[in-house]
């Protein structure tokens, strides 16, 4: 089933704004759906249909920026990508005005 990407991101938005008032996230969520024919003789044999869902989450808090990004487009998957995504700011290195667009 292909999820509500709409829905998907205002329940993503709250849960991470109740995660840290003075961290700042972006969620990238992402869909790709194909489909192809096969003919035979003339006639079509088959019809294939793949989706394809992926999500990314970028964070910033003083300067700092993270990001994490996987596949799989559910509430789950974005706190997981938001963990590792803040988790990688005590490494990265603090610019002063660098901020989330």
């Known amino acids: 089933m292909i999820p509500d990407l709409r829905v998907l991101a205002l329940e993503a938005r709250a849960w991470m704004k109740d995660q840290s008032a003075e961290t700042q996230s972006e969620a990238y969520l992402s869909i ?3 489909r192809s024919i096969s003919r035979r003789d003339g006639r079509r044999e088959a019809v294939e ?3 394809d869902l992926g999500a990314g989450v970028r964070v910033e808090r003083g300067g700092r920026i993270g990001f994490a990004s996987g596949g799989g487009a559910d509430l789950r998957t974005l706190q997981g990508l938001w963990r590792r995504a803040v988790e990688q700011l005590t490494y990265a290195e603090a610019e002063s005005g660098r901020r989330l667009p």
């Open 32 to 34: 790709v759906e194909e």
């Open 49 to 51: 249909t793949s989706v």
